[in-house]
């Protein structure tokens, strides 16, 4: 079991910025991704940003074309936490953004994330 729990979001206004944080606890693995994702009211979870380590590669990412240059995913790995670096925010950013875990290998698809935090909301007012 993994459990995760975010927080930072909040109301910002358009080219704003705000960090999110997800702070992981529970079962160790030796390979795994974080990621991101999002949900705007209406409309499906969509992929973000990932994050993958293993003992053997730390760091690869990947982001979603509309986050690229503006968002950016990072690991802290004494505190077991993830951080989701969201600039130069858009109106259509707004939505809840929530974290999640697997082990292995990066995927977009939310449906292969085995654990998910309860969300935080982000609102960018124009």
């Known amino acids: 079991q993994v459990q995760l729990v975010e927080s930072g979001g909040g109301l910002v206004q358009a080219g704003g910025s705000l960090r999110l944080s997800c702070a992981a606890s529970g079962r160790s693995y030796s390979s795994y991704t974080m990621g991101w994702f999002r949900q705007a009211p209406g409309k499906e979870r969509e992929f973000v940003a990932a994050?993958?380590?293993?003992?053997?590669?730390?760091?690869?990412?990947d982001y979603a074309d509309s986050v690229k240059g503006r968002f950016t995913i990072s690991r802290d790995n004494v505190q077991n936490t993830v951080y989701l670096r969201l600039n130069s925010l858009k109106p259509e950013d707004t939505a809840v953004y929530f974290c999640?875990?697997?082990?292995?290998?990066?995927?977009?698809?939310?449906?292969?994330?085995?654990?998910w935090g309860q969300g935080t909301q982000v609102t960018v007012s124009s």
């Open positions: 994050l993958t380590w293993s003992a053997w590669n730390d760091g690869s990412t």
């Open positions: 999640a875990f697997r082990a292995g290998y990066i995927v977009t698809q939310p449906s292969r994330y085995n654990y």
